[in-house]
């Protein structure tokens, strides 16, 4: 089930702008953004960790139906992972923010940055601010992470975000670490 609303707050409506963090733009998808997202699932390192079957997406229709599922959720319920670009390029730097599929174990900002933008904090960066906003946005006393256990540089990213694991997931018949941001500790970018 969908978290309610905060009294007040509206979802985003078609032609957003998104939010701006310091390096970044979060947005809704558009079609250009098929195309990247494709490459960053081709990787066989984003692959592992992202795509339901772990295996790099080598087909332009498997990339397709990966970006449409992702534009599909914001279709459906009005929210879902935002694309993100880098402000100085203009380029797809990944996806991160919100995504809570009918299996899921609960209201899930998660991230994906493609090879050439790692190491550079931009998952930090995006997270903070699709947490801050999801926390803004909905009635949520916690946001979970599901991290596979040998993805140590997502590890990583949910540490610096004070994310706290606690236990394990099962999500499309792989295990994965859940790692809980709790709203009572949440510190916030204070930005968005």
């Not at 699932?41 to 295996?55: K, Q, W, Y």
């Not at 960066?125 to 803004?136: K, P």
Request: with cysteine.
């Amino acid at each position: 089930m969908m978290p309610a609303l905060k009294k007040g707050a509206k979802l985003p409506q078609q032609g957003w702008t998104g939010i701006e963090t310091e390096r970044l733009i979060l947005r809704q998808w558009r079609a250009s953004d098929v195309a990247a997202n494709t490459a960053m699932l081709g990787d066989p390192l984003s692959a592992r960790f992202i795509t339901a079957d772990r295996e790099p997406v080598t087909e332009p229709m498997a990339g397709w139906r990966n970006a449409a599922i992702m534009a599909g959720h914001w279709a459906l319920h009005g929210f879902g992972m935002f694309a993100v670009e880098e402000k100085s390029s203009g380029k797809f730097v990944g996806r991160v923010g919100p995504f809570y599929p009918p299996v899921w174990p609960g209201f899930e900002v998660g991230w994906g940055v493609a090879s050439e933008f790692r190491g550079k904090g931009y998952a930090v960066e995006a997270a903070r601010a699709a947490i801050d906003w999801s926390f803004a946005m909905f009635e949520l006393e916690r946001i979970v992470h599901c991290i596979d256990a040998e993805n140590v540089a997502s590890h990583a990213v949910a540490r610096k975000l004070g994310a706290k694991q606690e236990g394990e997931a099962m999500l499309l018949g792989h295990a994965c670490d859940l790692w809980v941001t709790y709203r009572s500790s949440w510190r916030g970018s204070g930005g968005v």
